[in-house]
């Protein structure tokens, strides 16, 4: 008895270790076929479209594209490209997607039951998500003036470039960044920079001497495309950029209009070879009169952008008036003062001139034949003729 117990107890416990061995088998053969989305040849963030997708299945399937479009994929940010899936084996699955827009995220996730598993005819479980960064966005940068106007009299002109996004190469090795910036019409005397979400550079440029004494000029300054570029391997596009500077005072031409010495009024016109601030006032124009008494300067009016106009009004029959704009009362947009030399000289005169004549020779009676009449006048006189002169007696030729 004790023998068979014995017998009994080891074939069942090798009936146990079967069953045991086979439920495990079972389970084993019955899992699920996994899945998984790669990129291998793209890193995130990525600039390339369309993205070359890899779909790898833990085991062969059936069913997944089966059309040759893999709907199974639920694709966001991005479309399918059609035409570009294909497969290795039933293992190994590939596509190309390509991103929405120029920025974001694609995310690409392969639904439940996506395949059948060939050995055990188990549906696919739902992948893990795979997303990948996209940036199409190239890096841009501007130049800004130290000064909000331009042009500038302020010398060295200082600038700040500043980038739209954090770039690399364009001050590699650090310290260099200065020799991917070109400048024309001047000389850089000094240079600072600082990194962030928006690197910026300073630098100090002295314009070169104007040519033949010219008192405007630019500096010029170039950035080359692909001086700089983003996490997405985006490459700037060329930069360009110029700063007018400027050390001429601005100066108006005076003048009038007066149809001859009697005009009265007598006008005047103030006019700016350039933009001025602020607009002229009666007080900032300065009247010099000579002659008896002085006139009066009124009627003053803006009668354009930078012209002016006004009227002056003499206080006796002969004057003469000195006009010119006060210096320091306007400035161009460079800051540039005017200087005040500019000036007008205008003569009034409605007094008649009077003539003075007599016989050459100054004795009268005389008995020269002819008698020569000589004319003096109190001022200087044109159009004078014989045409003008009246014999009151005798005869003459």
């Known amino acids: ?66 059309t040759g479009i893999p709907t199974e994929l639920v694709i966001t940010g991005g479309s399918f490209v059609r035409t570009s899936f ?56 501007t130049f800004t003036p130290g000064l909000s106007a331009l042009p500038s009299r302020v010398t060295p002109i200082l600038l700040t470039l500043t980038w739209s996004k954090p770039i690399t190469g364009f001050d590699a090795p650090p310290g260099s960044w200065l020799t991917r910036v070109n400048v024309s019409g001047g000389q850089v005397t000094s240079s600072s920079s600082s990194v962030g979400a928006n690197p910026m550079y300073a630098l100090s440029v002295v314009p070169a001497p104007a040519p033949a004494g010219a008192k405007v000029g630019a500096v ?48 005047v016109v103030i006019d700016w070879s350039e933009a001025v601030t602020p607009d002229l006032t009666l007080a900032d124009v300065e009247v010099t009169w000579t002659g008896a008494g002085a006139g009066a300067a009124t009627n003053f009016r803006k009668t354009a952008a930078g012209q002016f106009a006004l009227d002056l009004v003499p206080a006796s029959a002969a004057a003469e008036a000195q006009v010119r704009v006060r210096a320091g009362v306007v400035a161009d947009a460079a800051g540039n003062a005017n200087d005040g030399t500019a000036l007008l000289l205008v003569r009034y005169d409605t007094v008649a001139p009077a003539a003075v004549y007599g016989v050459l020779g100054g004795r009268l009676p005389t008995n020269l034949d002819p008698i020569t009449v000589d004319f003096n006048f109190s001022k200087a006189v044109t159009q004078f003729r014989l045409e003008g002169v009246t014999l009151v007696s005798g005869g003459g030729r």
């Open 86 to 141: 294909f497969a290795n084996d039933a293992l190994v699955y590939h596509l190309s997607v390509t991103p929405a827009g120029t920025l974001g995220t694609l995310r690409v996730v392969a639904s439940a039951a996506a395949g059948t598993s060939k050995s055990s005819s188990e549906a696919s479980l739902e992948s893990a998500p795979f997303e990948l960064a996209y940036d199409r966005i190239k890096p841009s940068a």
């Open 220 to 267: 010029g300054i170039t950035v080359a495309a692909g001086a700089a570029t983003d996490a997405a391997s985006n490459g700037n596009d060329a930069l360009t950029y110029s700063h007018a500077f400027d050390y001429e005072a601005p100066s108006p031409a005076i003048t009038s209009s007066a149809a001859n010495l009697r005009s009265n009024p007598i006008p």
């Open 1 to 66: 008895m004790a023998g068979g117990r014995r017998i009994t107890s080891g074939l069942g416990g090798t009936l146990l270790r079967l069953l045991v061995l086979v439920a495990t088998t079972h389970a084993l053969v019955l899992a699920a076929p996994t899945v998984v989305i790669t990129a291998p040849a793209h890193t995130s963030p990525t600039n390339a479209s369309p993205v070359h997708l890899v779909v790898t299945f833990s085991e062969e399937v059936s069913g997944f594209g089966a």
